[in-house]
């Protein structure tokens, strides 16, 4: 069974910087895709970014490009996504999700583990 727990949420004020991890246990990390989702209250899950299992492959969602990056360590099972010039906007719970595939993929239905979710509060 795959676990995926992520970690590195909190209150930050507008301008700053988190970074989020994700661990993962019961696959090999490497042949899985991994991604960032975040849900805001009353909205849907949005993608956030996504990575390759080699890592050579990134994705990000328009609202995060050039602020946000994905990175992962094979060696270590984790994900990691450093978030700078956070935003109020960027308020939401992020979620951790990792694919049985290798390929890259921005498409929530695509992932099969899901993570318990981290919130990230961003003040004006």
């Known amino acids: 069974q795959v676990q995926l727990v992520e970690s590195g949420g909190g209150l930050v004020q507008a301008g700053g910087s988190l970074r989020l991890s994700c661990a993962a246990s019961g696959r090999t990390f490497s042949n899985s895709a991994m991604g960032w989702f975040r849900q805001a209250p009353g909205k849907d899950r949005e993608f956030v970014s996504c990575?390759?299992?080699?890592?050579?492959?990134?994705r990000y969602g328009d609202s995060v490009k050039g602020r946000f990056t994905i990175s992962r360590d094979n060696a270590k099972n984790t994900v990691y996504l450093q978030m700078n010039s956070l935003k109020p906007d960027d308020t939401a719970v992020y979620y951790c999700?990792?694919?049985?595939?290798?390929?890259?993929?921005?498409?929530?239905?695509?992932?099969?583990?899901w993570g318990q979710g981290t919130q990230v509060t961003v003040s004006s």
């Open positions: 999700a990792g694919r049985r595939y290798t390929g890259a993929s921005e498409y929530v239905r695509l992932y099969d583990d």
């Open positions: 990575i390759s299992g080699s890592g050579s492959v990134t």
